[in-house]
């Protein structure tokens, strides 16, 4: 696996990585420590055609990856994953709202409905 960040934020994967709190080797947002491969965020970059739109993408996925994980608890002390995934769940939806989806659109929509069922009403698509 590749990983390179520079501090500096010049090129678009580093600005992914900052946003994600993904910049250091072996300590990532991932469970285990993982962090996400420079190959994997210069895929969602592409895939989603901006950073920022990325960055979404990234905590779409960490939610997916920590909600698998089990929350625990023993006598006082405990461990909520699912606490985790819903942060991560949160950060993106938050960036979703000011970025929007891959291809520009938002989540949710009005549209006008013209076909043979609809009598052009104004439906809501999510």
């Known amino acids: 696996m590749s990983f390179y960040y520079d ?3 010049s090129g678009n994967r580093d600005k ?3 946003h994600l709190q993904d910049t ?5 947002p991932r469970p285990g420590d993982g962090n996400f491969s420079d190959q ?3 895929g969602l970059i592409t895939a989603e055609g901006s950073w920022q739109r990325a960055v979404a993408a990234g905590f779409e996925s960490l939610a997916s990856a920590w909600m ?4 625990f608890r023993t006598d006082a002390l405990g461990l909520s994953r699912s606490d985790i995934a819903q942060g991560y769940q949160k950060q993106a939806v938050q960036w979703r709202k ?3 989806t891959a291809g520009g659109a938002a989540a949710s929509r ?3 409905r013209a076909d043979a069922y609809s009598s052009d009403y104004d439906t809501v698509t999510e």
């Open 24 to 28: 250091v080797y072996g300590a990532g």
């Open 7 to 9: 501090a500096s934020l």
């Open 68 to 71: 698998r994980y089990p929350s």
């Open 40 to 42: 994997e965020l210069d």
């Open 98 to 100: 000011r970025y929007g």
């Open 110 to 112: 009005a549209v006008t």
């Open 16 to 18: 992914v990585r900052f």
